[in-house]
């Protein structure tokens, strides 16, 4: 009689854990957070640097554009997603005297463009569907006042960025913030290009990227002090990004499904098919000066 009791108590207390696990909430998926940054793994940031994101490994890309790249998660565990590159026309490897430690790390590499009628484009696939944060580093280094424009397929605002450094990242200034809702295609499609009537030979950038998912208590990366209260504990960006100071352009194309180029940016080439693209290591390639301060820019030739 006392074995039976002591069964039926086992399996009592079995189907309460059961239960209670699952109906516990999820984590979040962290490993659907990534950090990229454009350059060899001996420059990249430590694993413990967040920038205007969050810590945790950080992917090493070159950006051959006939490659592409699997991603691993913030924890380095690899993932389904991929990462391929279109439209840079050379790889900058600066080093400028305002930025040091990992901040360096990220902003002196950078994909370049040089071509007003043709972006740096980021083709990323494979994301779970999910409302994201997404900031892209599009600074300029030695080069303060040079701006690169940065949109998504699946947004309608762009933003200029570019600026002194001041010691951190500034939104504008290192970096833009959009919040963009991935659908069940899982694919995010971020540019960075000329503004339109700069100087072209100055060329725009493409240091980094973060992704994240905003779930509900999630940590707030974008630098506020209270976690995500979903989407997120911080107001999201205004639908026309001149109304609060900051260059804006409406896309040519619809803001969804693969969207469309910006006119006031340039557009895209095909992904890998390396019309005019950085090619890597494979390609042949000559040393320049670039902005007067000797960083090493290797473009095809």
């Given at each position: 009689?006392?074995?039976?009791?002591?069964?039926?108590?086992?399996?009592?207390?079995?189907?309460?854990?059961?239960?209670?696990?699952?109906?516990?909430?999820?984590?979040?998926?962290?490993?659907?957070?990534?950090?990229?940054?454009?350059?060899?793994?001996?420059?990249?940031?430590?694993?413990t640097?967040?920038?205007?994101?969050?810590?945790?490994?950080?992917?090493?890309?070159?950006?051959?554009?006939?490659?592409?790249?699997?991603?691993?998660?913030?924890?380095?565990r690899?993932?389904?997603?991929?990462?391929?590159?279109?439209?840079a026309?050379?790889?900058?490897?600066a080093?400028?005297?305002?930025?040091?430690?990992?901040?360096?790390?990220?902003?002196?590499?950078?994909?370049?463009?040089?071509?007003?009628?043709?972006?740096?484009?980021?083709?990323?696939?494979?994301?779970?569907?999910?409302?994201?944060?997404?900031?892209v580093?599009?600074?300029?280094?030695?080069?303060?006042?040079?701006?690169?424009?940065?949109?998504q397929?699946?947004?309608?605002?762009?933003?200029?960025?570019?600026?002194?450094?001041?010691?951190?990242?500034?939104?504008?200034?290192?970096?833009?913030?959009?919040?963009?809702?991935i659908?069940?295609?899982?694919?995010?499609?971020?540019?960075s290009g000329?503004?339109?009537?700069a100087?072209?030979?100055n060329?725009?950038?493409?240091?980094?990227?973060?992704?994240?998912?905003?779930?509900?208590?999630?940590?707030?990366a974008?630098?506020?002090?209270?976690?995500?209260?979903?989407?997120?504990?911080?107001?999201?960006?205004?639908?026309?990004?001149?109304?609060d100071?900051?260059?804006?352009?409406?896309?040519?194309?619809?803001?969804?499904?693969?969207?469309?180029?910006?006119?006031?940016s340039?557009?895209?080439?095909?992904?890998?098919?390396?019309?005019?693209?950085?090619?890597?290591?494979?390609?042949?390639?000559f040393?320049?000066?670039?902005?007067?301060?000797?960083?090493?820019?290797?473009?095809?030739?």
């Open positions: 009689m006392q074995r039976l009791s002591t069964c039926r108590l086992r399996r009592c207390l079995l189907a309460t854990a059961l239960v209670g696990a699952l109906s516990a909430p999820a984590a979040p998926a962290r490993g659907q957070a990534f950090n990229i940054d454009f350059g060899g793994p001996a420059s990249k940031p430590a694993d640097y967040a920038a205007a994101g969050l810590p945790g490994v950080w992917n090493s890309v070159m950006g051959d554009s006939s490659m592409t790249y699997p991603l691993v998660g913030l924890d380095g690899p993932t389904s997603v991929t990462l391929s590159q279109s439209g026309t050379s790889f900058l490897s080093s400028d005297p305002s930025v040091s430690g990992d901040d360096a790390a990220l902003l002196n590499d950078a994909l370049i463009t040089t071509d007003p009628t043709n972006e740096v484009c980021l083709f990323i696939h494979g994301l779970q569907p999910a409302t994201y944060e997404v900031l580093y599009a600074w300029m280094p030695n080069a303060p006042s040079v701006k690169s424009r940065v949109r397929d699946l947004a309608t605002m762009t933003i200029d960025v570019g600026g002194a450094w001041t010691g951190s990242h500034v939104e504008g200034v290192t970096y833009a913030r959009h919040i963009l809702q659908d069940s295609a899982g694919f995010l499609g971020s540019h000329i503004v339109p009537g100087l072209a030979a060329g725009a950038a493409l240091n980094g990227i973060q992704i994240r998912p905003l779930v509900p208590g999630g940590p707030d974008g630098g506020g002090s209270q976690p995500d209260a979903g989407p997120d504990a911080r107001p999201a960006p205004p639908p026309d990004a001149a109304a100071g900051r260059t804006s352009g409406p896309e040519a194309g619809p803001p969804s499904g693969g969207g469309g180029p910006n006119p006031e340039g557009s895209c080439a095909v992904a890998g098919a390396g019309s005019g693209g950085w090619k890597g290591m494979a390609g042949v390639f040393f320049g000066i670039l902005l007067g301060s000797g960083p090493r820019r290797r473009t095809r030739a």
